[in-house]
Nanobody, 125 residues
Framework: VQLQASGGGLVQPGSSLRLSCVTSGISAGFYTLGWFRQVPGKEREGVSCISNSDGRKYYDESVEGRFTISRDKARNTVTLQMNSLEPEDTALYYC???????????????????WGQGTQVTVSS
């Protein structure tokens, strides 16, 4: 199983970025897929997830209304469209996948078995 994340970069506040995560070795439609982020010295935190059971999308309140997660089952890809980026969004972003996540634990990064390598997002003027 491999997850390959891409799309990070250095942008100014208010800009947009689109992160992509291509999965191989799994059928993305049967896995809960999530985006997490981490800054040095802090714990990894959930940003957005899409459930394998019903396709429902979840967002952390800090990104609600600005970020949009989507899944392309045919391409085994999950994307995160990030708009109105803020300096506080600066972090290393990871995609993750797991087939056994339940709703109550969807934000717990320890429950995800598969991870991409991370892509850096820096928002700065």
């Amino acid at each position: 199983v491999q997850l390959q994340a891409s799309g990070g970069g250095l942008v100014q506040p208010g800009s947009s970025l689109r992160l992509s995560c291509v999965t191989s070795g799994i059928s993305a439609g049967f896995y809960t897929l999530g985006w997490f982020r981490q800054v040095p010295g802090k714990e990894r935190e959930g940003v957005s997830c899409i459930s394998n059971s019903d396709g429902r999308k979840y967002y952390d309140e800090s990104v609600e209304g600005r970020f949009t997660i989507s899944r392309d089952k045919a391409r085994n890809t999950v994307t995160l469209q990030m708009n109105s980026l803020e300096p506080e969004d600066t972090a290393l972003y990871y995609c993750a996948a797991d087939s056994r996540i339940i709703l109550s634990s969807i934000w717990n990064w320890l429950n995800y078995d598969y991870w991409g390598q991370g892509t850096q997002v820096t928002v700065s003027s």
